[in-house]
């Protein structure tokens, strides 16, 4: 089960009562075999689903071109954010400058000056930053009926694109959804929309209207999506055939089936309202699942567990990585939620594939470089010289180079053919055993994650859990996090155990409050602390002398006063 949301509730009457109920979105995933009758028409159905995103994405490029521009006519505006950039563009070389020396000495070396020269920007341009966006939406209100004339506009044609964009209605309606949810994301965060590649990974949506029961599914009572007995061959117990419909063209409804591993059942209550299909590169092979969002009965009953501090973060500790530390209300010594140490020397195996391709490929290079060069075909030249010319060296210059000399000039510089033949054998081997390893360590750790979540928080009635912005986190630059530090995040995943638990606690009817306190007050005596040592495990308070573990203490200190903050 990946997700919970609540839904807004719906008034009914009962034997002459008023009765709410409520329900939940549920969505359960399922693994896919590869399909049995896929076609170059339903890749196709995928093309067409990138291209009009795409599409969507100039569009709103325009739009907000569009919106700059009369935004632009207030010259407070104008001033404004030319003074913000002048900040950006001042901040971004004094971070140069300090990253030089640094790179000099080898070394994060102290920067004082700089480092006073970067706080001060930045507080400036703190300032600046909120006058802009408020002289922004003065702009608005005062250019309100031209900005809604260009929002229709783009209304407009979105949908004029969603008519030509030759899809299937439910993949359209996909796209949009996903368009109108990135759109509002970028807009707040002050980014424009991507590009995507066409890299074959894509998605077939099915929207039932009105939605289906799963006994009517298993029926094939639905013309769009049907679930049959197992294909022939088919030896998991389990098994069973998904029936979806990809596009409809020309008035003929076009259907592939997949073999499909019903791990768990549906709930009996459940209406099943979206069926998604996604397929995923992994290496040199997809991957295949479904996902059946359904319409569920939510639990009204009331949790009389206790509330719960979760402290998420990453620590190198003896026993291993720590990384989040759970103190339940009323227990004396918290839990901690560890990372296997399986799961981090899989990562560590990454890395070292990862060197070893590295090594090789500059081996190659180097061979490349030292080869005589009299004689060679013409067809070469250009492959071979983006080699030899290039600063840094990848795999597929390589594999082009390859490629080029197996079709043009087989019989020229045989031995130095079968080298470059074989290294490619072996790059693509640890190529793929790493994408694989990246894989299996990705899916083990989030189940580990859920595991514990279930675990430890089960009897929870409320979560609290600090304010700390994962993502800000992730932005930091490189030098400034120490190597060890960016090390573990990347293994440890904190933002990966913070979406997890926050899908249980919607999935469980668990509140969560999000708490924005300082980790500046000793819970024990509420001296004022000292400015600790971040790296620290252990500190001590000079009022009272106690020595505590750090994550502990952020834990009672979210539990000493009643919760506060905002939902999450």
């Known amino acids: 089960m990946d997700r919970k949301t609540i839904t807004k509730g719906r008034v009914s009457e009962m034997n002459g009562q008023t009765v709410e109920t409520r329900s939940i979105a549920v969505s359960y995933k399922y693994g896919l075999l590869a399909p049995m009758d896929w076609g170059d028409d339903c890749e196709e159905e995928i093309l067409l689903q990138a291209a ?3 599409r969507l994405v100039e569009l709103e490029n325009s739009y907000r071109q569009r919106v700059r521009a009369v ?25 140069v400058k300090r990253n030089g020396e640094r790179q000099a000495a080898r070394s994060k070396i102290a920067t004082p000056a700089i480092d006073r020269q970067i706080a001060d920007v930045s507080s400036q341009l703190k300032g600046v930053a909120a006058r802009c966006r408020e002289t922004r939406r003065l702009a608005h209100e005062a250019r309100r009926e031209q900005l809604r004339l260009v929002n229709a506009e783009r209304y407009m044609a979105v949908s004029q694109a969603r008519r030509e964009s030759g899809l299937f209605w439910s993949n359209y309606n996909a796209v949009i959804e996903s368009y109108e949810v990135a759109r509002q994301q970028t807009l707040k965060r002050g980014v424009d929309l991507r590009l995507k590649r066409r890299s074959g990974n894509g998605r077939i949506t099915n929207q039932i209207q009105g939605g289906i029961r799963y006994e009517d599914l298993m029926a094939g009572r639905h013309s769009q999506v049907r679930i049959g007995p197992p294909p022939p061959g088919m030896r998991n117990k389990r098994g069973a055939s998904l029936t979806m419909t990809v596009h409809r063209r020309g008035g003929i409804r076009r259907n592939v089936t997949w073999p499909i591993i019903l791990h768990r059942p549906l709930p009996a209550d459940a209406i099943i309202k979206v069926v998604v299909v996604h397929r995923r590169r992994r290496s040199d092979r997809w991957i295949w699942s479904a996902v059946f969002v359904c319409s ?46 399986q799961l981090a020397q899989g990562v560590q195996l990454c890395d070292k594939e990862t060197s070893e391709r590295d090594k090789d490929l500059n081996t190659v290079a180097a061979l490349i470089r030292a080869l005589d060069l009299a004689g060679m075909p013409s067809e070469l030249a250009e492959s071979t010289n983006a080699v030899r010319e290039a600063r840094r060296h990848n795999a597929p210059r390589f594999v082009r180079l390859l490629r080029d000399w197996r079709e043009f000039a087989p019989n020229w510089r045989p031995a130095d053919l079968e080298m470059l033949d074989d290294w490619a054998r072996r790059d693509r081997r640890r190529w793929h055993n790493r994408e694989e390893r990246r894989a299996w ?29 994962m993502s800000e986190t992730a932005r930091v630059k490189d030098s400034e996090l120490p190597l060890p530090a960016r090390r573990l995040r990347f293994i ?7 979406l997890v638990l926050l899908n249980y606690a919607r999935k469980t009817g668990i509140r969560v409050t999000v708490v924005e306190r300082p980790h500046d007050t000793c819970v024990f005596c509420g001296g004022q602390l000292a400015p600790p040592d971040r790296a620290a495990l252990w ?21 000493v006063e009643p919760p506060y903050g905002c939902d999450a």
């Open 71 to 95: 935004e632009c006519e207030d010259p407070n505006v104008v001033r404004l954010e030319t003074e913000r950039l002048a900040l950006v563009s001042e901040r971004e070389r004094l971070n």
């Open 52 to 54: 009009f995103w795409n």
């Open 296 to 341: 569920c009965r939510a639990d009204a009953s009331e949790r009389t567990g206790p509330r719960v501090a979760v402290n998420i973060g990453w620590r190198n500790t003896p026993a291993g990585i720590r990384v989040a530390c759970i103190l339940s209300e009323g227990d004396i010594s918290p839990q901690y939620v560890m990372l296997p140490n």
């Open 539 to 559: 500190w001590k308070c000079d009022t009272c002398g106690c020595l505590f573990d750090q994550d502990e203490h952020y834990c009672r200190l979210l539990l």
């Open 441 to 469: 360590v990705s899916d083990a750790r989030e189940y580990h994650y859920r595991q514990e979540v279930r675990r430890l928080l089960g009897r929870a009635r409320e979560i609290l859990i600090n304010a700390h912005d």
């Open 492 to 498: 440890a995943a904190p933002s990966v155990f913070r």
